[in-house]
């Protein structure tokens, strides 16, 4: 197995940040296996989508119907609505695990690994990349 982290910057608002490239620039030349990536962080997820076309602000804003950022939530500490983000990974997991073939990333034509972040307070996120071979 190999495994690395690479550090993401997700800014001061909600935000999709595409990491398909550094996904495919982890596994280049590894041939066939699996590609798991972890966030460990317990405000952020991960989603497959299309991004680039509105998906990803269609997606952020379902998740503001879905989670309101407002005074609902029992977690209160940090900026108003906080407490949404510790929800989000119930519904948007911190992993996911991708087929790698010949050392690319076997995702449909349309599909991205993107990182979901809803919390500003925390603009620097890790991910975990582990490729196990085939």
């Given at each position: 197995?190999?495994?690395?982290?690479?550090?993401?910057?997700?800014?001061?608002?909600?935000?999709?940040?595409?990491?398909?490239?550094?996904?495919?620039?982890?596994?280049?030349?590894?041939?066939?296996?699996?590609?798991?990536?972890?966030?460990?962080?317990?405000?952020?997820?991960?989603?497959?989508?299309?991004?680039?076309?509105?998906s990803d602000?269609?997606?952020?804003?379902?998740?503001?119907?879905?989670?309101?950022?407002?005074?609902?939530?029992?977690?209160?500490?940090?900026?108003?609505?906080?407490?949404?983000?510790?929800?989000?990974?119930?519904?948007?997991?911190?992993?996911?695990?991708?087929?790698?073939?010949?050392?690319?990333?076997?995702?449909?034509?349309?599909?991205?690994?993107?990182?979901?972040?809803?919390?500003?307070?925390?603009?620097?996120?890790?991910?975990?990349?582990?490729f196990l071979?085939?």
């Open positions: 197995m190999r495994s690395d982290v690479i550090t993401v910057q997700t800014g001061p608002r909600a935000t999709v940040r595409d990491i398909t490239a550094e996904a495919q620039g982890f596994v280049s030349g590894q041939g066939d296996g699996l590609l798991h990536v972890f966030v460990p962080h317990a405000t952020a997820g991960l989603a497959i989508i299309e991004t680039g076309s509105g602000d269609d997606l952020l804003n379902a998740l503001g119907d879905l989670l309101p950022a407002d005074d609902r939530w029992r977690h209160r500490h940090g900026s108003p609505g906080h407490g949404r983000d510790h929800v989000l990974p119930a519904f948007l997991p911190p992993y996911a695990t991708l087929p790698v073939l010949a050392g690319r990333l076997a995702l449909g034509t349309w599909q991205s690994l993107c990182l979901v972040d809803t919390n500003g307070d925390n603009v620097t996120r890790q991910v975990r990349l582990s071979p085939g």
